[in-house]
Structure formats: structure tokens, C-alpha cells
């Protein structure tokens, strides 16, 4: 649609399409390979992710979304290639480096850290904190200032979060879609350059979904760039001001969500068969799992499904 | 009926073993409990502890704070032997490498080519020279009834638990500080706090060393009043050692050295009770089978424990480490 490109400062330089330069590019991928005993899970020619706009990454699942942010990470190796943040190659950087330099991921698979408080998790978060020497460690007084600071920092946050009120809770306790929350919050702490959330919104409970939104574009006001895998179209739509679109370890769309959504060859390699079906809603993403022969997804999304009707249940007797 | 055992277990609070195993459950919480190590070598890091300071002041006629010395760097060095090639690695492979490690140490100082210098299978004695010589208590008799020490004996009771309490105030202390808190992280999910700019590797080291320290100061503390002994630092070992962490609590400072003092008494106890009850031919086992009847008992305590109280005495029921 010819408006997206004039209502919004241009991202790119040319005709949108896979591997286009940007104008402004906070991380370049080249020829990054994985395969895994032979099969190819990711081989992405040239990708770059414009700086302070949300980004989003989508294709079906087994696309290999989520092993592309391990590679990029530091998480995984791959087989050939070589990617830059800033200008700087992160090539062989262990993943710890990679966070430090400012490039901060989620996992699709939450990791809260069960056995520590919430605060404890978000404390975590913070760099620079002298009484993570083990020397230093044994006297309060090095790092007593340090830990004030990133106590109220996390505070803030996990107010904004609506977390505030679980701080001194496990993290074990908290619901799946609340540890979606912390982990998010949790990699805010070091006050990142790149956030990259792998499905952010899976398992978050809906009445928190739309506030999840306002804190992701809250991130790129405050000058963040946001790089998230997501299946929820409705999110992507809504958020992202550009679209990567992944299918068999390639990348084979790319441009203004609006545009991309509609593009046959995305609807194609994303939906398969499954021309008509909302992929925004549980039940179309079932019908998707169950095409794609995903028993786990399968059994995922059927207890979602049943989750979300129970917790109806519940709000509806109150 | 002689009932002397009992005083005499109880005698066991103060004894040296109870110091040593207490500082090697310490370095074991730490690997285990807080860090999430499984360490299935604890023994090898106090053998090596023993074995240097042993060699080093009997062997080599070195001054105490010298072979003090000797024995720290000795743990370093085996945790570095251990940790480099298996701390990037899978949980597992740590335990696989630390219990055959262990082995290999216990094996090695047995070795009859060597034995001038390691006493072969009779171990070292006399690594107590300097350390008496420092005693400023007047050589009288202390204590009461069965419970009766020399001057040395109490000499080595006070450094031994001045020891125990220092270490145990900085354990404390690093694990409520940041290190302590990344290594609990550590402990729940390495990549989650890889993922937040933490060099997990090496606070593993950190951990697997600290811990090791530990293991072979307390050994340290044993060997002084008695003697080093190769097949005191097999593989049964580390198991007490499991036991009495889980006995007191893993993710707990007090709990590994309470745990030491109840397992010792028990120990102790449950010895004096067969020996009375086979003595009196209300047991139909001979005194040769006690030994390994004890053992027995040992073992089943740590299924109930882990069945029961998996969190252990001084643990909170959420940090438990075998629950759900
Ligand atoms: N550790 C692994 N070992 C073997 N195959 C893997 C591994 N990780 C991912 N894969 C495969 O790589 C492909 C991409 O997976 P993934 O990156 O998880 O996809 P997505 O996140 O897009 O759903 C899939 O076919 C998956 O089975
Ligand atoms: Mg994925």
C-alpha cells in the first residue's frame, strides 16, 4: 500500500524484498548457515534489522525463527557466516558478550529462574555490579549503593509490568504469561540497545496483551530496537513497522507489515493450505499444528485453548 | 550393660571428623545447593588437600602457613583439572569427570612406586608437628568423664570450629551478595543467565573451586590430630557427604555443618547400639556384618530424607532440591 511508505520514515533503501539494505542498520547478518544433521534449519543470504524500529520475525513453525536468534546470540555456532552489531562482528562472541555489547534476547521457552524472588530475577538483570566479584561480594559496603539503584530501577519496571505486587514472590509461582513478562522485563535491566523477544506473547493471559504492546512500543520510543518472533498476526500488525518473514531457514519476504501481510508468496509460504485461517486465533493456529503433524504444538495450543475457556469460566461465575 | 557409647557419640559434636566433614559439606552446598555442581568427587578435593599439606610438612619439612598454602593452590589446581574441560559442558559430564577423578587421586597415592613420597596405602602420619607446637593451652587433661581430651585435642577442637564458623560467615555473606545470586541462577538455568551478560563458565570455576578449597582445608583439620589415610577418600565419601548436605539443608550455610554433627552422632550411635545388641546375641549377625550394616542404615536415612524432607532441616520446602 503506497500510504505505509509515505505516512512512515522509509526504513529501506530500495524496493522492499528479502535481504533489502536499510537505511539505518543496527545488525547485519550474512550468509549464516545451520544445519542440523544435514537438514538445513537456517540459511539466511543477507538480512539487516533497522535501529529504533520494531521488527518483527514470522513463518510457520520449524522455520527456524528461534534457532536464528541462538545463532545471532551466541547461543548456538553456525556453519559458515558472519553478523555485526554496530559495525562490530559478533562472530564467535560468547553469548554472555553478545548481552554485554548490548544485544539482549528471550527464550521461546521462558527460563525464569524458579527458586529466586522476582526481584532476585531482575536484580540479575543489571550490569555493572561490582558485588558480582567474588572479592568485593564479601564486603556490603562495595555494593550496597549499586544494589539500591537496581532495586528501584527494577521497581519501575516491574510496575510498569504489573509485577510489582509478586516481588518478593518465586519466580515458580508466577503463571507462564507472567514469567513471559519477567524474563522481558528481566532483559530491560541492563538498559539493552537490540531487544530480541522470541514469541513474547505465547501464554500471556489477553487482558495483559494489550499492555505488553504499549511496553514494546514504550521501548522504541526510548530509543530501543525490538526484534520479535511472534505468531500472532494481530500483534504484528499492530506494533511492527517492519516484517521479516522466514520459511525453511530462508528468508523470503520482507517489507512494511501492511504490504507483507498481503503478499501472495508470504501467505503461501506462511499458511500453506490454510489460505483462510486466522492464524491470530488459537483455534487457527491448531488447525496449523495439526497440518504440520506438530503433536507437541498440537497438545500446546489444545491446553491454552482449554486454559482460556476454564478462566472465561471463571470470570463468567464471578 | 556398657552404655559408655553414648556420651562418647555424643563426643562426636567437637570431634575432628565432624570439622572436617563439616567444611567439605560446606564446599559441597556450595557446588551443589547453591551453584547446582553436581560434584560426585568431593572426596578427591580433600584427598588432594590432605596429600599436599601432609607431603609438603612431612616430606618436605615445610613450615605450616607453606603447606597451608600448598594445599589451597592444590585444590585449585584439581578444580582447574576438572572444571576446564567439563564446565561448558552438560551437567552430567561434570559428575562423570569429578567421580572417576577421585578415584584416579585415591588409586595414584596408593601406588607402591610412589610411596616414599605418599605413604602408599598406609598414608602420612605426624602432619601435626607445627601445628601443636602452637598450642598455647597448658598440657592438663579437659573435659568430663569418658569425654576426656589433652591439650592438643581441645587445641585442635578450637581452630578446628574458628575455622568452621569463619567459612560458614563467608559463604553467607557471598551468597546473599550478587555472586551469590548469579550463581543461584546458575543453579536454575545456565543460558537464562548467560542471556543477561554473565560469564556463567566462569562462576562455575569460581564455585567449583571455592567449594574444593573448602573440602581440602577441612581435611586439613582431620588429618592433623589423626593421620591421612588413602581409603578415607573413596567414593563413599562423597556419599556421606550428599547425605549430610541433604541432611541439613543444600541451599543452606548452617545446614551442611549441623548435618555433619547429627551424622556423625548417629553414626556413632547406631554403632554402639549394634554392638550391644550383637555383644548380647539380640542380633542374628556377627560384628563382622555391623560395619556394613551401618552403611546400610546410612543409606536408607537418605531415601526417607529425600522422600520426607527433601528440602532437609535448616531448608525452606520451595528450595527443595528433589521436589516437583
Ligand atoms: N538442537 C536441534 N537439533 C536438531 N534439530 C533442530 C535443533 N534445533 C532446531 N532444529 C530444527 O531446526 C528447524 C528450525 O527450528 P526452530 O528454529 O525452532 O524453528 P521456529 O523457531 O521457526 O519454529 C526445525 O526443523 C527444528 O526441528
Ligand atoms: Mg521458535
Known amino acids: ?318 | 550393660m556398657d552404655l559408655n557409647f553414648i556420651p562418647l557419640a555424643f563426643g562426636q559434636i567437637l570431634s575432628p571428623l565432624t570439622v572436617g566433614y563439616a567444611l567439605a559439606a560446606l564446599g559441597l552446598a556450595v557446588h551443589f545447593g547453591f551453584t547446582g555442581l553436581l560434584n560426585f568427587g568431593q572426596a578427591g578435593f580433600m584427598a588432594v588437600g590432605g596429600y599436599f599439606f601432609a607431603i609438603t610438612t612431612v616430606k618436605f619439612d615445610w613450615p605450616l602457613w607453606a603447606s597451608l598454602i600448598a594445599c589451597v593452590v592444590g585444590a585449585i589446581l584439581f578444580a582447574l583439572l576438572l572444571g576446564i574441560p567439563t564446565l561448558r559442558l552438560r551437567a552430567d559430564y561434570l559428575s562423570i569427570v569429578t567421580i572417576a577423578a577421585a578415584e584416579i587421586v585415591r588409586y595414584t597415592v596408593k601406588t607402591p612406586s610412589i610411596s616414599n613420597l605418599t605413604g602408599g596405602s598406609d598414608g602420612i602420619n605426624g602432619s601435626s608437628r607445627d601445628f601443636y607446637r602452637l598450642n598455647p593451652l597448658p598440657d592438663i587433661r579437659y573435659g568430663y568423664g569418658v569425654l576426656s581430651y589433652n591439650n592438643n585435642e581441645v587445641w585442635s577442637m578450637i581452630v578446628g570450629w574458628t575455622v568452621v564458623i569463619v567459612a560458614a560467615v563467608l559463604v553467607w555473606q557471598l551468597m546473599r551478595s550478587p555472586w551469590g545470586r548469579i550463581v543461584k541462577g546458575i543453579r536454575e538455568d545456565e543460558d537464562a543467565v548467560r542471556s543477561l551478560g554473565k560469564n556463567v563458565t566462569w562462576y562455575k570455576m569460581q564455585s567449583l573451586i571455592l567449594g574444593g578449597v573448602l573440602a581440602a582445608l577441612g581435611t586439613v583439620l582431620v588429618i592433623i590430630p589423626t593421620s591421612l589415610q588413602p581409603d578415607n577418600y573413596g567414593t563413599q565419601t562423597t556419599f556421606f557427604l550428599y547425605t549430610i548436605v541433604l541432611l541439613g539443608g543444600a541451599t543452606t550455610v548452617l545446614g551442611p555443618i549441623i548435618g555433619s554433627i547429627i551424622f556423625w552422632v548417629v553414626l556413632s550411635l547406631s554403632d554402639g547400639i549394634l554392638t550391644l545388641l550383637v555383644s548380647n546375641h539380640l542380633l542374628p549377625i556377627t560384628s563382622v556384618q555391623q560395619g556394613p550394616i551401618r552403611f546400610i542404615i546410612v543409606g536408607i536415612a537418605l531415601m526417607l530424607l529425600v522422600i520426607f524432607r527433601p528440602q532437609g532441616i535448616f531448608g525452606k520446602k520451595r528450595e527443595a532440591h528433589f521436589s516437583g
Open chain 1, 1 to 318: 500500500m503506497a500510504d505505509a511508505n509515505t505516512t512512515r520514515a522509509k526504513l529501506q533503501i530500495g524496493e522492499p524484498g528479502p535481504g533489502v539494505k536499510k537505511v539505518d542498520p543496527i545488525l547485519v547478518a550474512h550468509g549464516v548457515r545451520r544445519s542440523f544433521g544435514g537438514v538445513s534449519a537456517v540459511d539466511v543470504e543477507h538480512v539487516e534489522i533497522p535501529r529504533n524500529a520494531i521488527t518483527a520475525l514470522i513463518g510457520p513453525n520449524g522455520a527456524g525463527k528461534t534457532t536464528f536468534f541462538n545463532l545471532l546470540t551466541g547461543f548456538d555456532k553456525p556453519d559458515t557466516g558472519t553478523w555485526e552489531l554496530n559495525g562490530k562482528s559478533l562472530a564467535n562472541v560468547p553469548a554472555f558478550k553478545v548481552a554485554r555489547r548490548g544485544m539482549v534476547r528471550t527464550f521461546q521457552l521462558t527460563k525464569a529462574l524458579s527458586l529466586l524472588s522476582v526481584m532476585e530475577n531482575m536484580r540479575l538483570g543489571a550490569g555493572d555490579q561490582s558485588g558480582e566479584r567474588i572479592l568485593t561480594a564479601l564486603f556490603s559496603g562495595f555494593w550496597r549503593k549499586r544494589e539500591k539503584e537496581i532495586t528501584d530501577q527494577a521497581l519501575d519496571l516491574l510496575t510498569r509490568f504489573k509485577l510489582d505486587t509478586k516481588k518478593d514472590d518465586y519466580a515458580a509461582s508466577l503463571s507462564g504469561g507472567q514469567r513471559k513478562l519477567l524474563e522481558m522485563a528481566r532483559a530491560l535491566m541492563s538498559k539493552p540497545e537490540l531487544v530480541m523477544l522470541d514469541e513474547p506473547m505465547a501464554g500471556v493471559n489477553p487482558a495483559l496483551t494489550q499492555s505488553l504492546l504499549s511496553h514494546i512500543l514504550d521501548l522504541k520510543k526510548e530509543g530501543m530496537t525490538v526484534l520479535f518472533v511472534e505468531h500472532d498476526m494481530h500483534m504484528v500488525q499492530t506494533i511492527a513497522d517492519w516484517v521479516i518473514v522466514m520459511a525453511e531457514g530462508k528468508i523470503v519476504a520482507e517489507g512494511y507489515p501492511d504490504v507483507v501481510m498481503r503478499d501472495p508468496a508470504v501467505i503461501d509460504a506462511y499458511l500453506g493450505a490454510h489460505h483462510d485461517t486466522d492464524l491470530g486465533s488459537l483455534t487457527g493456529q491448531l488447525e496449523v499444528a495439526k497440518e504440520l503433524g506438530d503433536s507437541f504444538l498440537v497438545n500446546e495450543i489444545s491446553e491454552e485453548i482449554s486454559d482460556e475457556a476454564s478462566s472465561k469460566e471463571t470470570t463468567d461465575g464471578q
